[in-house]
Structure formats: structure tokens, C-alpha cells
């Protein structure tokens, strides 16, 4: 099956939208081309191709509101569905914080969201660019592991207060996990809106490389170290921080470190984020599955708690308007930024590992979770390029060993930021960010 053009879309919503029995409702259309190519032990096993459209419903009489899902497209499927989400809605008991929905003018996407590089690719370049990740690591005589994924995503908001909004977008990604013999290995990723920013070779130069250095490890006992974290490190701590506090649910609900400190510093002063959908490497939605147009938001200023990202229905309990950063109608979660970007500083990781005297390069953690959500503390273990720095320069591997640590306080004792910023990608949110050099960042096994 191919994927729709706006226009027919479009078509779809209008001649649907009209199906409403109660008041007032909203039809969002989300498509997905996803195609993918998975390798291991050097061999790709597993190439795939799945398309598929769903269609949220959600009806709306007063104060009352019912959502239902389906992705069976034709006519028939469509008004079904509408019919269930009315059926649920008019059983509900009404909700007094329900704001009801809005016109909205149509906005358009970032330019570098859609490109035709990644729509057109076909599966013998994901293929070479496996083959190119085994060709680097058998030079040491690693294996290669990883996956390429390509996918061209279109979603579409309509309301019957007149609101339409289209966007379609790019995303290619190649991840990649060198290993050899006495539990070696490295990780690398790469991850853009355009397919030709993908270079395989260097991708593999770097898990290589991280595999290379830990080689031999050695063992630390759990307490406070230096710390280096890269990107993709950097980045599962700013999703953690994103999911405990810079949503307004969790603000009205006060189960936010950010409840009540909204104007106080709570980080170091070089720590600066901003959600910003708009920046040229993140190219994001610009509207929400409500169709409200995204703002850009600053979340932290300079170390000064500034705010947090709303959808309509907790906007209308904080007094204020939605920053477009609704989920689509049947989560649970709320709203959370899902395109920030951190500031950098003037630093290069080469410059970090030559200022350390003693300290640890962290390439990326495995399974994040929480320990104390309201003072931001989270767990996690290191993995794939654990490296043990001495004298300013990296000595050995280091056994992968498991955090215990606040994210604000290790946000406050930040020495070093790089100035280049890569892009990380981490379950549907995109983060433009640097590289950290952390002080006394805990360890307890």
C-alpha cells in the first residue's frame, strides 16, 4: 500500500468530520511506513516493511467525552468507530475540567522534516550499510549487531470547530553494538531526518573504538566519581526529567519537583533547556493531536526553573493557554516536551577526558527507572564503552556499574558542556544535546 497525499487526507477528515451525532468531535489520522533491517553476529536476519493508518475518535457532548480507535479506514470503520466514541461518551459522568475544543489555524511544518531520502531508500542501502558495520568490526575481529530503521510518518487533526492541520515527516536510524570475546562491546548510533546524514562507516568506527578501549576492565567500588556522559547518556537523564516534572500534569497534580519552584534556581547556571520544535535538526510537529500550534518553551533558564509544557485540558487548570503538546486522545500521561534542545557550552569530549584526573566515560545506560521521583533520583546501569580515565587520558574498560543519583543535583554540578550537540532519539521524543562533564556523580553498585 502507498502512503496518502495530503489532499486525499484531507478529503478523508472532511467528508468524515460531518458523521458527528453529539455536539462537537475530532478525528486524528496517524500513518506510518516503517521499514526496517535488524543484523546479527554480523548477518542480517530479519528485513521488514509494515504500513498501517489508525484513526482516533474522540465525541464530545458538553463536559462529556468518549475516545475510540480503529484502524479499519473505509467509511463503514470510520463512522463505527465515531458511533463507540459516542456510546462511551454519553455514559460518562460529565467532567467539570473539561475545556472543550477550539479553531485552530493551520500551520505549516519545519522544511527539513520531510525528506525524500528517506522515502525512497530502499532495503539494499540499509543492507550495505550492515555490510559496512561487519566490515568494520571484523577488522578486530568483533561481530556487528544492530538495526536500521526508516520511517515516513503523516498525521492529520480535525475538528468540527473547523480546525485542520497536516504534517508529514522523515526519520532514519542506524544503532549499532560491536562485541567480542570476554564480554567486550561498544555502541554507537546515528539518527536524522535525512537518510544521506547516515554514515555507517563512522558509526562502526565508533562502537569499534569504545569495544577497542574496554578491552580490559577494571573494577571500582560504589561512591562519587567524575563523570563524562555522552550524548545518548545525557539523553535518557532529560527524558527521566521530562516524564517527572516538566509536564503540567504532574505540576497540577503536584507530584513535580518543578511544583512550587517555578522562578528558583534548581540547577547550575549553565544548564539552560529549551523545548523547541522548531530548530532546523529537530524539525517537529508543529501542532499537537488537538491542532493547537506549538510554542517554543523554555524549561529551564539559566538554572531557573521556567516552566513546563501544557495540552488544553491542564492549561485551563493552570490559568493559562495549551503550549500544543497534547498526546493523542486515549493516554494516559499527559503532556510532556517531546523536541528540547540543551544549551552547549565551549568544551570537546577530547578536552573533558584531558582535564579529568581521575574519572568515567559513560557511552549510554541500560534500563532507567526511577528510585525517588520527587527528588528526580533514578537508577540505571552503564553499557557498551564503560571507560576509566587517569591522568587525562582513558587507561582500561571499566565493569559496568549502577547509578543512584538525582538528576538536579547532578544538572547542578556540571564543570564542562561540549558545544557541538548531537541529536538523540528516545520513545517518540527527539533531544538536540551535549555532552556533560559531571562532578561527584553517584555510584552504589
Keep these: 500500500m502507498t502512503m496518502l497525499y495530503k489532499n486525499q487526507v484531507m478529503q478523508v477528515l472532511d467528508g468524515m468530520i460531518a458523521g ?28 521488514m516493511s509494515r504500513y498501517d493508518r489508525t484513526m482516533m475518535v474522540r465525541a464530545i457532548d458538553g463536559k462529556k467525552v468518549g475516545v475510540a480507535v480503529t484502524n479499519q479506514l473505509d467509511t463503514d470503520g470510520i463512522l463505527k468507530a465515531i458511533r463507540v466514541a459516542e456510546e462511551i461518551a454519553l455514559s460518562q459522568k460529565p467532567d467539570p475540567n473539561f475545556p472543550g475544543i477550539e479553531n485552530y489555524p493551520a500551520v505549516e511544518g519545519p522544511e527539513g522534516g520531510f525528506q525524500s531520502s528517506v522515502a525512497t531508500q530502499s532495503p539494499s542501502k540499509r543492507a550495505e550499510a550492515a555490510k559496512e558495520c561487519a566490515k568494520v568490526a571484523a577488522k578486530e575481529k568483533f561481530q556487528a549487531t544492530g538495526a536500521y530503521q526508516t520511517n515516513v510518518l503523516t498525521t492529520a487533526v480535525a475538528n468540527t470547530r473547523g480546525t485542520r492541520q497536516y504534517f508529514a515527516e522523515t526519520t532514519a536510524w542506524l544503532t549499532l553494538t560491536v562485541s567480542g570475546n570476554d564480554g567486550i562491546s561498544g555502541w554507537a548510533q546515528s539518527y536524522s531526518r535525512n537518510a544521506k546524514d547516515i554514515d555507517a562507516k563512522k558509526i562502526a568506527e565508533a562502537a569499534v573504538s569504545k569495544a577497542v578501549l574496554s578491552a580490559h576492565k577494571t573494577k571500582l567500588p560504589p561512591g562519587e566519581y567524575t563523570v563524562i556522559l555522552e550524548p545518548a547518556a545525557v539523553a535518557d537523564l532529560l527524558l527521566f526529567l521530562a516524564f517527572l516534572g516538566f509536564g503540567a500534569k504532574t505540576l497540577v497534580s503536584r507530584r513535580s519537583f518543578m511544583a512550587g519552584r517555578i522562578g528558583e534556581k534548581i540547577t547550575g547556571e549553565n544548564i539552560t533547556i ?13 501542532f499537537d493531536y488537538e491542532g493547537v500550534p506549538k510554542k517554543v518553551v523554555p524549561l529551564i533558564e539559566n538554572g531557573i526553573a521556567k516552566g513546563v509544557v501544557s495540552n488544553r485540558y491542564y492549561a485551563a487548570q493552570l490559568d493559562s493557554e495549551s ?7 486515549n493516554n494516559t500521561y499527559g503532556p510532556y516536551p517531546k523536541a528540547m534542545v540543551m544549551k552547549g557550552g565551549t568544551s570537546t569530549i577530547e578536552e573533558m577526558i584531558a582535564s579529568t584526573e581521575r574519572g568515567i566515560l559513560i557511552t ?13 533520583e533514578v537508577t540505571g546501569t552503564t553499557q557498551d564503552g564503560t571507560l576509566l580515565i587517569e591522568n587525562g587520558k582513558i587507561v582500561s574498560g571499566v565493569e559496568d556499574l549502577r547509578m543512584g543519583q538525582s538528576i538536579l543535583e547532578a544538572l547542578s554540578n556540571v564543570e564542562a558542556l561540549s558545544r557541538d550537540l548531537t541529536l538523540c532519539p528516545k520513545y517518540g521524543a527527539l533531544m538536540l544535546i551535549p555532552a556533560l562533564k559531571i562532578n561527584k556523580f553517584k555510584f552504589v553498585g
Excluded: K
Aim: charged residues 15%; negative net charge; aromatic residues 14%.
Design 274 to 286: 529549551v523545548e523547541d520544535p522548531f530548530n532546523p535538526r529537530i524539525s517537529y510537529m508543529p
Design 364 to 376: 549510554h545506560w541500560w534500563y532507567v527507572n526511577f528510585l525517588n521521583p520527587m527528588n528526580t
Design 323 to 329: 503550549t500544543g503538546h497534547a498526546l493523542p486522545p
Design 20 to 47: 458527528f451525532n453529539v455536539p462537537e468531535g475530532e478525528l486524528v489520522l496517524m500513518e506510518e511506513e516503517l521499514n526496517l533491517t535488524r543484523f546479527a553476529e554480523s548477518v542480517i536476519h530479519q528485513n
